[in-house]
């Protein structure tokens, strides 16, 4: 079982950044693709950003795009979301989630997933 742990959440203004963590003591990382979905109140949950087990490769979803980037640290077993020019629109909880399929989109395809962080962006 992969337990994964997210951090970084919390209040910020319209504009401002945040940087989200999900960390694992998995020994097996790096042989997951990693994704963050996001689900804010009364919708779907939808993803956000994936990235292959060797960093090389990645996707993001239309809405984050230019805002947002993902990365890892296979060495640490974390991996992290920087958010940058934060909108209102972008609350939700954030999850990270593991797959071994290759830079999977669809969320019934990921085997673990974390507790989730709160973030909400408002003045």
């Known amino acids: 079982q992969v337990q994964l742990v997210e951090s970084g959440g919390g209040l910020v203004q319209p504009g401002g950044s945040l940087r989200l963590s999900c960390a694992t003591s998995?020994?097996?990382?790096?042989?997951?693709?990693m994704g963050w979905f996001r689900q804010a109140p009364g919708k779907e949950r939808e993803i956000v950003a994936v990235?292959?087990?060797?960093?090389?490769?990645?996707y993001y979803g239309g809405s984050v795009k230019g805002r947002f980037t993902i990365s890892r640290d296979n060495a640490k077993n974390t991996v992290f979301l920087q958010m940058n020019s934060l909108k209102p629109e972008d609350t939700a909880i954030y999850y990270c989630a593991a797959t071994t399929r290759w830079l999977s989109r669809a969320k019934n395809e990921y085997d673990y997933w974390g507790q989730g962080t709160q973030v909400t962006v408002s003045s």
């Open positions: 998995e020994r097996t990382f790096s042989r997951y693709a």
């Open positions: 990235i292959r087990w060797s960093g090389d490769s990645t």
